[in-house]
């Protein structure tokens, strides 16, 4: 059974888990792998992200 403190959790970071879940079909370990390690290799600066559509 789910609580109330893990949805209140999911909830608040549903942006984050509907991210997930779109990449999840398409290799997301790699897709999280590939990103972990920009931000790794990055972390001592800003890094800017924009997006384009």
Do not use: K
């Amino acid at each position: 059974m789910t609580t109330r403190a893990e949805l209140t959790w999911l909830r608040e970071r549903a942006h984050v888990a509907r991210e997930v879940a779109r990449h999840s079909g398409g290799g997301l370990d790699q897709w999280m792998m590939e990103g972990l390690a920009f931000l790794d290799e990055h972390s001592d600066h800003s890094v800017i992200i924009i997006a384009t559509e």
